[in-house]
């Protein structure tokens, strides 16, 4: 069974810094693309970031492009956000997701989310 | 950037309507579409991949079709459970972009 644990999300002042991780449990971590979305209050779904098993090919929305770092340590099966220069307009929950296949994308395990104040 | 536009915003049917959510992309994405379920203080849960593949243990009442810009998402009987908001995602290139989501209320 998939599982997968996010952590290190709070609260932190505009301009601060904070690192999530995502843990993994049950599949071979390294032969998927990992992604981060995350979900303001009251809103939709915005994807954040990806990055594929070998971390040779990575891709970041606009909004938090030169901000936000994704990395991954599969020797560990865990994933990281670090996220730099916050804005209030970065709170929201944040899931990791796993992408289920380069050929037939889509995500299909999620982790349960962490919320990041900034504030 | 691909936009992704979703309707209606919301929709309310009863129990054993069917349901027709329809997507639409700025480009074409081939048949490079997700559909998911989200439920309140819940995760994203995936139901259909490449425009019109079932993910495993979702219901056959859910179906997708569609290719190029327009696609739709059909869910068939309409059951108490299926209460949540429902979001297309394109996978044909980055930045991935979801819909604004369709809030489906069961009367």
């Known amino acids: 069974e998939v599982h997968l644990v996010e952590s290190g999300g709070g609260l932190v002042k505009p301009g601060g810094s904070l690192r999530l991780s995502c843990a993994d449990s049950g599949f071979l971590f390294s032969g998927y693309s990992m992604n981060w979305v995350r979900q303001a209050p009251g809103k939709g779904l915005e994807w954040v970031a990806s990055i594929n098993g070998d971390s040779s090919d990575i891709n970041y929305a606009d909004s938090v492009k030169g901000r936000f770092t994704i990395s991954r340590d599969n020797a560990k099966s865990s994933l990281y956000l670090l996220m730099n220069t916050l804005r209030a307009e970065d709170t929201a929950v944040y899931y990791c997701?796993?992408?289920?296949?380069?050929?037939?994308?889509?995500?299909?395990?999620w982790g349960q989310g962490t919320l990041v104040t900034v504030s | 950037d691909i936009q992704m536009t979703q309707s209606p915003s919301s929709v309310s049917a009863s129990v054993g309507d069917r349901v027709t959510i329809t997507c639409r992309a700025s480009?074409?994405?081939?048949?490079?579409l997700a559909w998911y379920q989200q439920k309140p203080g819940k995760a994203p849960k995936l139901l259909i991949y490449a425009a019109s593949n079932l993910q495993s243990e979702v219901p056959s009442r859910f179906r997708g079709s569609g290719s190029g810009t327009d696609f739709t998402l059909t869910i068939g009987s309409l059951q108490p459970e299926d209460s949540a908001t429902y979001y297309c995602q394109q996978a044909d290139s980055f930045p991935y972009t979801f819909g604004q989501g369709t809030k489906l209320e069961i009367k």
């Open positions: 997701a796993r992408d289920r296949s380069l050929a037939t994308p889509g995500l299909d395990y």
């Open positions: 480009q074409s994405i081939s048949r490079w």
